[in-house]
């Protein structure tokens, strides 16, 4: 289990790349997912599906790794709590609690929840994403970390595309165990509460509060 968590930070600045994705169906353990167009995918031994993509001109980067299933502590809550805090609160030596989303139920039997905060990346500002999924006693683990709400579109595409198998032992799983899934529709945008938003037409919503930007879509909220 440590040397999972561990993968994190260590291929963020050492993985090996092996080529350009340009967005076909991937498959994972029990995850299928459409990985983000043009990202490089890293090679990790097996231990994670990983891509990354960086920006020199700019001094952007931006990761993302799904992690095989592993058993869950019980609820979506603990499950998110025992990653963010393996996966980045622990590595990143990032304090304090991370803005969270609610559970979410998706197709096969599974309930999603994200956390996300902002960290310092080899002295450059970053955030770090965690996306669990929790279903029949089951966990699959999305970590992202990126430098540029220019990789927003992609990230969400990604978690957005995921579909899996159905959870063992849940009620409406699918009688085949690779019969495809229908990501859920993403939640109306909420309104502006008198700060000063912005509506992009991906369907995030940027709004200037004091101190930060709050950029939500759906059931995901970063903080930049």
Do not use: H
Not at 149 to 164: K, T
């Amino acid at each position: 289990m440590q040397s999972r968590y561990c993968l994190v930070a260590v291929a963020m600045v050492a993985a090996v790349v092996v080529g350009p994705l340009w967005g076909q169906r991937e498959s994972y353990d029990v995850v299928t997912f459409t990985p983000p167009s043009g990202w490089a995918k890293r090679e990790t031994q097996g231990k994670s599906a990983t891509y990354a993509i960086t920006d020199n001109r700019k001094g952007t980067f931006a990761q993302l790794s799904i992690y095989p299933s592993t058993a869950s502590k019980g609820s979506p809550e603990a499950d998110l709590e025992q990653e963010w805090r393996a996966m980045v609160a622990d590595p990143f030596q990032v304090k304090g609690a991370p803005a969270m989303s609610g559970a979410v139920e998706v197709p096969g039997g599974w309930k999603r929840k994200s956390a996300a905060a902002n960290f310092v990346f080899e002295g450059r500002p970053a955030t770090a994403l965690v996306t669990t999924f929790t279903g029949g006693g089951r966990l699959v683990t999305v970590v992202v970390t990126y430098s540029s709400r220019d990789y927003f579109g992609a990230i969400d595409g990604v978690i957005n595309s995921i579909e899996l198998r159905g959870a063992p032992n849940s009620p409406g799983s699918p009688a085949s165990p690779g019969a495809p899934m229908n990501p859920p529709a993403a939640a109306k945008p909420p309104g502006r509460f008198g700060f000063t938003s912005t509506n992009f037409d991906d369907g995030w919503v940027s709004t200037a509060l004091e101190g930060w930007t709050e950029v939500k879509k759906g059931s995901l909220r970063v903080l930049v």
